[in-house]
């Protein structure tokens, strides 16, 4: 009797070997992928509240081949299934069932991302999102005005409120998710910049050292002359000169400009017709970068009053401290006299 115990307990423990080795081995195999045409990855969404069959299921309909008994098997074997997390995900090729729950349990979302650009206007920063595919479109339909109050800032103009930068998202994402974080990403690098404002600067509010970093990011074609163009600006407002910068009036006429800047164009008051209108603009007229922000607070110590593009191909510009230098300039690099 003895015997036949020892036999069946070889058996057993031998058998149980055997089982926890295929299990071992299946754990640590690639799990095969049905993938689209054109595709690498395999899409994979779980739903908040779904159970562990539940997420089997969801793997396998997504294009895993993977038997959904043995799957769910191992979600509840591993202990861990209650901790399997809602969201986005991508299997790519190579995904054991190891690293599927660990993705699921780590909740390592797909992330997207999308680039709001320098210089760029409010209706171009909706364009680009509008465009992700992978973002929830609920600012689609809504008026600047609806946005910013869904935002928390009520009664604020959204030009230049968001800051440029390459934002990453999960799938399924709110367009105003990207929106707040732009926000509070341009709150912060403005109160940073204001910090370190020059003494004896004209800029009297952070307000205006965005407007004005607005104004340097749409004059800049040349990085390094974003400090001199800063200054310049600087000079006029200490003099009372007027600004005389013509991406504000283009901004003014909106819609209706037609990419050519006419001379009537320049005579037609807007509140943004610095031709016109002395001082700075009523918003910033696009997003400024890090760069324009601080050449508004720390602009170049410089005695220019005027500048205009060198058209080299560079993006530079000349920069002059009168106005018969700045004739001179204008007549060379702009008529070829």
């Not at 200054?231 to 005389?244: A, D, E, I, K, Y």
Request: zero cysteines; hydrophobic letters at 40%; a positive charge.
């Amino acid at each position: 009797m003895r015997r036949v115990f020892t036999s069946l307990l070889k058996w057993v423990l031998a058998g149980a070997l055997l089982l926890g080795g295929a299990a071992w081995w299946w754990l640590h195999q690639p799990i095969p992928l049905r993938l689209q045409p054109g595709s690498q990855v395999v899409d994979l969404e779980i739903e908040l509240g779904t159970p562990a069959s539940g997420v089997a299921n969801a793997v396998v309909a997504s294009g895993a081949e993977v038997p959904v008994l043995l799957l769910q098997a191992w979600f509840r074997f591993s202990g861990q299934a209650r901790l399997i997390k809602a969201g986005s995900y991508e299997l790519v090729p190579g995904t054991t069932p190891r690293k599927l729950l660990s993705m699921l349990v780590r909740g390592e979302e797909t992330l997207k991302s999308v680039t709001l650009v320098e210089g760029w206007t409010f209706t171009q920063v909706r364009a680009a999102l509008q465009k992700e595919e992978q973002l929830a479109p609920d600012t689609q339909g809504l008026s600047p005005e609806i946005i910013m109050e869904k935002l928390g800032r009520p009664g604020m103009h959204p030009e230049g409120r968001f800051f440029p930068d390459t934002y990453t998202y999960a799938k399924g994402s709110s367009d105003l998710a990207v929106l707040k974080r732009a926000a509070r990403a341009m709150d912060k690098r403005l109160e940073a910049a204001w910090a370190l404002r020059s003494p004896g600067t004209p800029l009297k509010t952070p307000e205006q050292a965005l407007i004005l970093a607005s104004i340097i990011e749409k004059e800049t074609g040349k990085p390094s002359d974003r400090p001199q163009i800063g200054g310049v600006f600087t000079n006029r407002l200490r003099m009372g000169m007027l600004l005389q910068t013509d991406p504000s009036v283009i901004y003014g006429l909106g819609p209706q400009f037609d990419g050519h800047l006419r001379k009537r164009d320049l005579a037609e008051d807007t509140p943004y017709n610095t031709y016109t209108r002395v001082g700075l603009p009523p918003t910033p007229i696009a997003m400024p970068g890090k760069a324009a922000l601080l050449a508004a607070v720390q602009p170049a110590p410089t005695q220019a009053l005027y500048f205009v593009a060198r058209n080299d191909g560079s993006g530079s510009s000349q920069f002059s401290t009168s106005l018969d230098e700045h004739n001179h300039a204008v007549n060379q690099y702009i008529r070829g006299q």
